[in-house]
Protein backbone atom coordinates (compact mmCIF):
# COMPACT_ATOMS: atom_id res chain seq x y z
CA UNK A 1 0.00 0.00 0.00
CA UNK A 2 1.06 3.80 -0.74
CA UNK A 3 0.87 6.47 2.56
CA UNK A 4 2.20 9.37 3.12
CA UNK A 5 1.80 10.59 6.62
CA UNK A 6 2.49 14.20 7.72
CA UNK A 7 3.64 15.18 11.26
CA UNK A 8 4.78 18.50 12.93
CA UNK A 9 2.10 20.85 12.49
CA UNK A 10 1.07 23.20 15.40
CA UNK A 11 0.80 26.57 17.26
CA UNK A 12 3.44 28.99 16.54
CA UNK A 13 4.20 32.77 16.98
CA UNK A 14 4.74 35.10 13.99
CA UNK A 15 8.76 34.95 13.17
CA UNK A 16 9.37 31.43 14.68
CA UNK A 17 10.12 28.36 13.16
CA UNK A 18 8.65 25.03 12.71
CA UNK A 19 9.28 22.02 11.62
CA UNK A 20 7.46 19.64 9.06
CA UNK A 21 8.02 15.90 8.53
CA UNK A 22 6.64 13.41 6.10
CA UNK A 23 7.08 9.69 6.34
CA UNK A 24 6.64 7.84 3.40
CA UNK A 25 5.90 3.42 3.51
CA UNK A 26 6.36 3.66 -0.47
CA UNK A 27 9.39 2.59 -2.16
CA UNK A 28 11.46 5.43 -2.65
CA UNK A 29 13.05 4.06 -5.71
CA UNK A 30 10.20 4.91 -7.24
CA UNK A 31 9.30 8.28 -6.76
CA UNK A 32 10.56 10.91 -8.77
CA UNK A 33 9.83 13.76 -6.74
CA UNK A 34 8.10 14.76 -3.48
CA UNK A 35 7.08 17.95 -2.10
CA UNK A 36 4.62 20.07 -0.01
CA UNK A 37 1.46 21.71 -0.81
CA UNK A 38 -0.59 24.17 1.49
CA UNK A 39 -4.25 25.21 1.64
CA UNK A 40 -6.01 27.77 3.61
CA UNK A 41 -9.98 27.83 4.25
CA UNK A 42 -11.21 29.19 0.77
CA UNK A 43 -8.65 29.19 -1.22
CA UNK A 44 -6.64 26.58 -3.49
CA UNK A 45 -4.14 24.08 -2.72
CA UNK A 46 -1.15 26.24 -3.67
CA UNK A 47 2.54 24.82 -4.17
CA UNK A 48 5.45 25.21 -1.48
CA UNK A 49 8.33 23.28 -2.26
CA UNK A 50 9.57 20.36 -3.75
CA UNK A 51 12.56 17.56 -3.78
CA UNK A 52 13.80 15.22 -6.28
CA UNK A 53 14.42 12.20 -4.77
CA UNK A 54 17.35 10.75 -6.09
CA UNK A 55 19.60 13.92 -6.09
CA UNK A 56 17.87 16.70 -3.61
CA UNK A 57 17.24 18.75 -6.39
CA UNK A 58 14.86 22.07 -4.37
CA UNK A 59 12.32 23.87 -5.93
CA UNK A 60 10.73 26.58 -4.00
CA UNK A 61 7.15 28.80 -4.47
CA UNK A 62 8.76 32.38 -4.18
CA UNK A 63 6.54 33.33 -1.27
CA UNK A 64 8.45 31.35 1.08
CA UNK A 65 12.07 31.06 -1.12
CA UNK A 66 14.60 32.43 2.01
CA UNK A 67 12.46 31.32 4.28
CA UNK A 68 11.75 27.34 4.33
CA UNK A 69 13.88 24.48 3.61
CA UNK A 70 12.45 21.14 1.85
CA UNK A 71 15.21 18.37 2.52
CA UNK A 72 14.80 14.19 2.86
CA UNK A 73 16.46 11.52 4.86
CA UNK A 74 16.42 8.52 1.68
CA UNK A 75 17.47 6.28 4.46
CA UNK A 76 14.54 6.82 5.80
CA UNK A 77 12.09 7.47 3.75
CA UNK A 78 11.15 11.09 5.15
CA UNK A 79 10.96 14.52 3.80
CA UNK A 80 11.12 17.58 5.79
CA UNK A 81 9.94 20.90 5.60
CA UNK A 82 11.94 23.33 7.68
CA UNK A 83 9.70 26.56 8.25
CA UNK A 84 11.40 30.01 9.74
CA UNK A 85 10.26 33.50 9.96
CA UNK A 86 7.17 32.67 9.89
CA UNK A 87 4.07 34.68 8.77
CA UNK A 88 0.21 34.97 9.56
CA UNK A 89 -0.14 34.42 5.85
CA UNK A 90 1.54 31.09 6.42
CA UNK A 91 -1.95 29.97 8.40
CA UNK A 92 -2.85 26.42 6.56
CA UNK A 93 -3.22 22.87 5.69
CA UNK A 94 0.50 21.42 4.50
CA UNK A 95 0.21 18.42 2.65
CA UNK A 96 3.03 15.89 1.66
CA UNK A 97 2.46 14.89 -1.84
CA UNK A 98 4.86 12.25 -3.88
CA UNK A 99 5.05 12.33 -7.55
CA UNK A 100 6.17 9.27 -9.68
CA UNK A 101 6.55 11.06 -13.02
CA UNK A 102 5.85 15.15 -13.48
CA UNK A 103 5.40 17.61 -15.97
CA UNK A 104 5.08 20.51 -13.92
CA UNK A 105 6.57 20.58 -10.26
CA UNK A 106 4.36 22.96 -9.00
CA UNK A 107 0.75 21.78 -10.01
CA UNK A 108 -0.54 19.24 -7.51
CA UNK A 109 -2.61 17.11 -10.14
CA UNK A 110 0.70 15.89 -11.66
CA UNK A 111 1.19 14.15 -7.86
CA UNK A 112 0.04 10.77 -7.43
CA UNK A 113 0.18 10.36 -3.85
CA UNK A 114 -0.97 12.73 -1.23
CA UNK A 115 -1.28 12.62 2.75
CA UNK A 116 -3.74 13.15 4.83
CA UNK A 117 -2.60 17.30 5.89
CA UNK A 118 -1.24 18.90 9.34
CA UNK A 119 -2.44 22.18 10.30
CA UNK A 120 0.06 25.18 10.82
CA UNK A 121 -1.03 28.17 12.42
CA UNK A 122 0.91 31.43 12.70
CA UNK A 123 -0.39 33.80 15.06
CA UNK A 124 0.47 37.43 15.32
Known amino acids: QVQLVESGGGLVRAGGPLRLSCAAS????????MGWFRQAPGKVREFVAAITWSHGGTYYADSVKGRFTISREYVKNTVYLQMNSLKPEDTAVYFCAAAVTIATMSNPKGYDYWGQGTQVTVSA
Open 26 to 33: VRTFSMFV
